[in-house]
């Protein structure tokens, strides 16, 4: 079989690809191993966590009405009804996407790809490789994204040890569940597992959850984990971990020591990239010390024939970037003279409340070594977060000081990651604080929050009384 365009692997970026590749005119194959499109993202990651994030939300808010005299029962769970559902979800998206290829003539062929060579892919293992066992192709764009991290003194020989596909698979709500890893995969199945009914325990080996992100931002979301986890043991790691049958037996050592017993234990300590047993040392195509496939900003590999994108090119493994990705690249194979350039890619960590941000960080501000400036827009001031009891939440802008140009938003509350769009645009488009602070956002909105973090930098929000310190490399509150 001979295609024109090559993709491997049909998650976000590699389905986000393929289609504008034949919306083209180009002559597309999809090769994945997978029997359904849509790949981590879709089948066992965002999608189904995100599903499953929604109900350990409405069962908190639930509990919270109580503030307004509106009193509900315990909620009755229904495991099995709740799986259904999620996969219902996932056969509904899934189905789309093939419907999808099929409408704009994109072949998928299920099936393990493995390169001979520059131009030409052996087909192995799969559930329906279509008879084919080899595929030549002028172009291959490699989107195989990445895996969960299991050290081998944690892969135990039972079920009770999952990674997040696992936990995702709902096999139960354990009485005792441990989270290793205080990062945001942990955190989100963590939320899941308290709301449903576990007691979750989370150890981080670092002193702060959600190592990257801004202190002032994680303060409020660590508050509120702490009443809900019965422990976050900070500064601590597994020393250790045994089978004892019904059980598993968790050494720590660092600030907790000792040892306990959890009826199941999800480890989250990150991912790593798809780039092993690709067959890319038949290619001109380097691995780095990380794993990573190697890429220019064209997203071109040291081989011409061969581009990679998403997780398995670099980091951050996001699927948004990954879709941006397999679009610039197909673009970058048409003929257009653009690169991969973006000043703002956001992330999101879908806890209660969220957290998201966009842009330069004030972490990563002070480690550059750049000045900056902050506003801030405490969420106790907004008469939204006041109505729907969500005061816990913070806005906050980073500013290089001489052009006032926003380098940076982040946000804590409510509705975060719906919130953050707004900044990632005003950091594309190089807006100035004043940009966003004049333009009129409806009232009363968690979205005026934005727009009162840049009032607070220019010293005129109404809310609050902040005059603007001229003089001050950076503000605080």
Known sequence: MHTQLLVLGGGPGGYA?????????????IVDEQPKLGGVCLIKGCIPSKALLHVAKVISESREMADWGVAFGEPKIDIDAMRARKQAIIDTLSGGLKNLAKRRGVEIVNARGAFEDSTRMRLESGDDAKGYNCITFEHCIIATGSSPTMPKAFALETDRVMDSTGAL???????????????????????????????????????????????????PL???????????????????????????????EGTKTGTELFDRVLVAIGRRPNSGGLGLENTRAR????GFIV???????????LLAIGDVAGQPMLAHKAAHEGKLAVEVLSGEPVVFDKAAIPAVVFTDPEIAWAGIT???????????????????????????????????????????????VGIVGSGAGELIAEAVLAIEMGCTVRDVAESIHPHPTLSETVGFAGEAFLGTATEIYKPRRRNAVSESS
């Open 17 to 29: 690809a393929a289609f504008l590749a034949a919306d083209l005119g180009m002559r597309v194959t």
């Open 222 to 252: 660590q508050k509120r984990l702490t009443e809900k986890f019965e422990n976050l043991y900070l500064g601590t790691k597994v020393a250790g971990m045994t089978d004892k049958g019904k059980s598993i037996e968790v050494a720590f």
């Open 362 to 408: 004030e972490e990563e501000a002070k480690r550059e070594g750049r000045e900056y400036k902050v506003g801030l827009y405490p969420w106790g001031a907004s008469g939204r977060a006041n109505a729907v009891g969500r005061t816990d939440g913070l806005t906050k802008m980073i500013v290089e000081p001489q052009s006032e140009r926003i380098l940076g």
């Open 295 to 305: 890429t220019d900003d064209r997203r071109f590999t040291d081989d011409p024939h």
């Open 287 to 290: 691995i780095d010390e990380q």
């Open 169 to 219: 698979e709902l096999r139960d709500v354990p009485k005792r569940l441990l989270v290793v890893g205080g990062g945001y995969i942990g955190l989100e199945m963590g939320t899941v597992y308290a709301e449903l009914g576990s007691k979750v325990t989370v150890v981080e080996m670092t002193d702060g959850l959600l190592p990257g992100a801004d202190r002032d931002l994680v303060k």
